[in-house]
T-cell receptor, first 113, second 112 residues
Framework: NAGVTQTPKFQVLKTGQSMTLQCAQD?????MYWYRQDPGMGLRLIYY???????DKGEVPNGYNVSRLNKREFSLRLESAAPSQTSVYFC????????????FGSGTRLTVV | KQEVTQIPAALSVPEGENLVLNCSFT??????LQWFRQDPGKGLTSLLL?????REQTSGRLNASLDKSSGRSTLYIAASQPGDSATYLC???????????FGSGTRLLVRP
């Protein structure tokens, strides 16, 4: 089982450039999430999708957009990258039941210069 | 607002020691609590998931307990090994939107 797959693993952007982070899961999970991890700030939720066709803002949504393309795929887009968006981004998925645990991808390290 | 705290922030122990990592949360109305391990530069690996109705879960040398009423969980690692060196994160699922709320982690170093 691949679990949760994120691409790319590393990316360097210039300020103002745009890019899309891709995430796919093969566990037939209904819910998917995007987190960012920063030193001293821990993991913070950017956006989530409780089920296919729905998306909601998390704690830190400004500067990001998401698309739940289908049940498997959930992408995160930076329209105009800023140095403050330098971070490690993690995608995760879970069943749409309160008993379910989360499965995380291996992350995307993004640097905005 | 749910807040999750992990103490200590860092811990260094000699190989072979048994150790306890602590996690506390402010709102006892949780669905479950999950412990993760994160190696430097890597993703999060799930270690144990405890449902709100459970008191503990075990996997190999790891044992996690949950006391919902006091807002506490502990992760017990028996006979620690250098390969256990990593950051350990706890997270609670606290409401019907299925979001996980994370602590800031405990960075563990097991010295040979």
């Amino acid at each position: 089982n691949a679990g949760v797959t994120q691409t790319p693993k590393f990316q360097v952007l210039k300020t103002g450039q745009s890019m899309t982070l891709q995430c796919a899961q093969d566990m037939n999970h209904n819910s998917m999430y995007w987190y960012r991890q920063d030193p001293g700030m821990g993991l913070r939720l950017i956006y989530y999708s409780a089920s296919e066709g729905t998306t909601d803002k998390g704690e830190v949504p400004n500067g990001y957009n998401v698309s739940r393309l289908n049940k498997r795929e959930f992408s995160l887009r930076l329209e105009s990258a800023a140095p403050s968006q330098t971070s490690v981004y993690f995608c995760a998925s879970s069943e749409k039941t309160w008993r379910s645990g989360y499965t995380f991808g291996s992350g995307t390290r993004l640097t905005v210069v | 607002k749910q807040e999750v705290t992990q103490i200590p922030a860092a811990l260094s122990v000699p190989e072979g020691e048994n150790l306890v990592l602590n996690c506390s949360f402010t709102d006892s109305a949780i669905y479950n609590l999950q412990w993760f391990r994160q190696d430097p530069g890597k993703g999060l690996t799930s270690l144990l998931l405890i449902q709100s109705s459970q008191r503990e879960q075990t996997s190999g040398r790891l044992n996690a307990s949950l006391d919902k009423s006091s807002g506490r969980s502990t992760l017990y690692i028996a006979a620690s090994q250098p390969g256990d060196s990593a950051t350990y994160l706890c997270a609670v699922r606290a409401d019907s939107s299925y979001k996980l709320i994370f602590g800031s982690g405990t960075r563990l170093l097991v010295r040979p």
